[in-house]
């Protein structure tokens, strides 16, 4: 089976935040996604609702178009609102109010602190660590019993950068090294694999073999790109790109 994609729309709402406006809407982007191949949609309810906002969620889950996947921070008031909303997936994410966007993993030994807190989640949906590529953190996963991991894979797009402006690739190899060994594991464990951040149509084929990876959650090179040819086009062009014949190698 292919790569499931995931399209972040944060920065659709993020447009219409700066402005406070009514547009560009969240509806018509849905639909935009699904016409291009986007298989799921992803938001990112942040504490400081400096985009997606609790009515796109609502709306979004009315019109139930493509199981909505909801990044949020582990913490109470968001849980209480997973719990009510149900959406297709939890994926937890560490946030700092300060941050441009989500900078790394997120710790699960924190998450284990606040067990209970865990468990009342994953009784109402399918939960989802955002974890570095790290043995330790993927150990911890299954621990926990959450349904899978989504690796952050901002420092392997950042290195493919590098590589790209002409230094070394050794830093890119050892990025794509730690994303796949800790994939295998998850695999190997049970855990579904997903992976996010920093992803574009010309990083992407660099991960196509990561053992069991399942849906990739893509959103700033997306729309961005959409500005320039739109949104569904954008879609396509990134379905496309992930849906490249594989083998796995490690
Ligand atoms: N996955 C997770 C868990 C994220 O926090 C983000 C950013 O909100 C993404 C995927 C999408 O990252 P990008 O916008 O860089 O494609």
Redo the contacts with the bound molecule.
């Keep these: 089976m292919g790569i499931r994609l995931g399209v972040?729309i944060?920065?659709i709402a993020t447009l219409r935040e700066v402005r406070q406006a009514q547009y560009p809407d969240i509806l018509e982007a849905l639909f935009l996604c699904e016409r291009g191949g986007a298989d799921q949609i992803?938001v990112?309810l942040r504490e400081d609702r400096r985009h997606i906002q609790d009515h796109d969620v609502s709306r979004l889950l009315e019109h139930n178009q493509l199981p909505l996947n909801l990044?949020m921070a582990f913490v109470p008031e968001m849980v209480t609102k997973a719990r009510k909303w149900r959406p297709y997936s939890v994926?937890l994410?560490p946030e700092r109010r300060a941050e441009m966007?989500?900078e790394s993993g997120l710790d699960l030994a924190r998450v284990k602190k606040k067990i209970k807190l865990l468990q009342s989640l994953q009784r109402a949906v399918r939960v989802y660590g955002?974890i570095d590529a790290s043995f330790k953190q993927v150990e911890l996963a299954k621990e926990l019993e959450l349904d899978g991991i989504?690796f952050?894979t901002?420092p392997f797009a950042h290195a493919f950068e590098k590589s790209v402006r002409g230094k070394s690739d050794k830093e890119l190899k050892k990025e794509i090294h730690k994303l796949f060994s800790a994939a295998k594991l998850a695999t190997s464990l049970g855990l579904e694999v997903k992976a996010?951040?920093?992803?574009t149509v010309r990083n992407v084929g660099e991960l196509l073999k990561m053992p069991g990876l399942s849906e990739m959650?893509?959103?700033?090179?997306?729309v961005a790109r959409s500005v320039m040819i739109g949104l569904e086009a954008s879609v396509i062009e990134m379905k496309s790109a992930i849906l490249k014949t594989r083998s796995f190698s490690i």
């Design positions: 972040n944060d920065h992803t990112h990044e994926t994410v966007t989500t955002f989504e952050h901002g996010g951040h920093g992803l959650n893509i959103g700033h090179a997306i």
